[in-house]
């Protein structure tokens, strides 16, 4: 019997098991992502808080707005003429401002989550969760602005806004997705 002859092949290769990042990985991607998050909210918060700006000058200099806000504030009991206004500039500097949030962090902070792919279903659900960060950004703004200068008021908003957009994003919006071949077979294991 003849010895095999020795050869240089080196042994096949198994495809690398699927394991979880370490603890301090984990946190320097999140780091990363909240890093990302808040760049692109910086861009977001000069676009929302021009609008906002604009708007309130508009609706507290125009005699029309100052007495449809005052009409608006008695027929509804619901605050005076001046925090309908905030509320509403409020609101229209968030609409203008989301989009642009949306689209930019699915391409680059939540880049892996979204494959940088806009999805309307997506988008609708980054709106409905940031839905709660205007209501927690609106509601700081009022509240602050009772007894601080708007300026500082709309900082402080902002900085409420940032926490809860960014939770919500993380771990709602685009929270990683399942494989293709996991999601077919529900008995497999993820």
Not at 89 to 94: I, P
Not at 155 to 183: D, E, Q, Y
């Amino acid at each position: 019997m003849s010895e095999p002859a020795p050869t240089d092949a080196a042994p096949p290769r198994m495809p690398p098991a699927e394991t979880s990042p370490s603890p301090a990985t984990a946190r320097l991607v999140f780091l990363r992502k909240a890093i990302s998050f808040a760049l692109i909210g910086l861009v977001n918060t000069a676009v929302d808080a021009a609008v906002f700006f604009a708007a309130y000058a508009g609706l507290t200099t125009l005699p029309a707005s100052v007495r449809a806000f005052g009409a608006a504030a008695g027929l509804c009991g619901c605050g005076d003429p001046e925090d309908l206004m905030l509320i509403v500039a409020n609101v229209l500097g968030w609409m203008v401002g989301v989009s642009g949030s949306y689209v930019m962090n699915s391409t680059v902070t939540f880049a892996a989550e979204s494959g940088r792919r806009l999805r309307l279903r997506d988008y609708g659900t980054f709106v409905a969760s940031g839905v709660l960060g205007a209501v927690a950004n609106t509601a700081t703004l009022v509240l602050v602005a009772q007894t601080m200068p708007v300026w500082f008021a709309k900082g402080c908003a902002i900085l409420v806004s940032f926490v809860v957009n960014f939770t919500m994003s993380h771990f709602v919006v685009f929270r990683p997705r399942r494989p293709a071949a996991a999601a077919a077979d529900p008995s497999r294991p993820t």
